[in-house]
């Protein structure tokens, strides 16, 4: 059984920074996600299973940092100069194929982390 314990969420002033993360019993590829209030969820980052190709939303390229340590079968979230908008729970998912901003690729999820911005 596939497990994964995500941290680090909480409450942040706008422009402030939050660092999630995601715990997993193996190493995958693995996606961040988020879910705003009366919103589908969205892909916001994903990270080869190697650490070496990532992949961004527009929304967040420039102000997010996907990253792995594989000694540790963790995947980081770095977000900086966060917004209001990017207020959401947010998702780790882990894949057994290649990274996708697909949410259909991944195989197994978090139970999500709240991340809120206050203005």
């Known amino acids: 059984q596939v497990q994964l314990v995500e941290s680090g969420g909480g409450l942040v002033q706008a422009g402030g920074s939050l660092r999630l993360s995601c715990a997993a019993s193996g190493r995958y590829a693995m996606g961040w996600f988020r879910q705003a209030p009366g919103k589908e969820r969205e892909f916001v980052a994903a990270?080869?299973?190697?650490?070496?190709?990532?992949y961004y939303a527009d929304s967040v390229k420039g102000r997010c940092t996907i990253a792995r340590d594989n000694a540790k079968n963790t995947v980081y979230l770095q977000m900086n100069s966060l917004k209001p908008e990017d207020t959401a729970v947010y998702y780790c998912?882990?894949?057994?194929?290649?990274?996708?901003?697909?949410?259909?690729?991944?195989?197994?999820w978090g139970q999500g982390t709240q991340v809120t911005v206050s203005p």
């Open positions: 990270v080869s299973r190697t650490g070496y190709s990532t």
């Open positions: 998912a882990a894949s057994w194929g290649p990274a996708s901003v697909k949410e259909s690729a991944y195989d197994y």
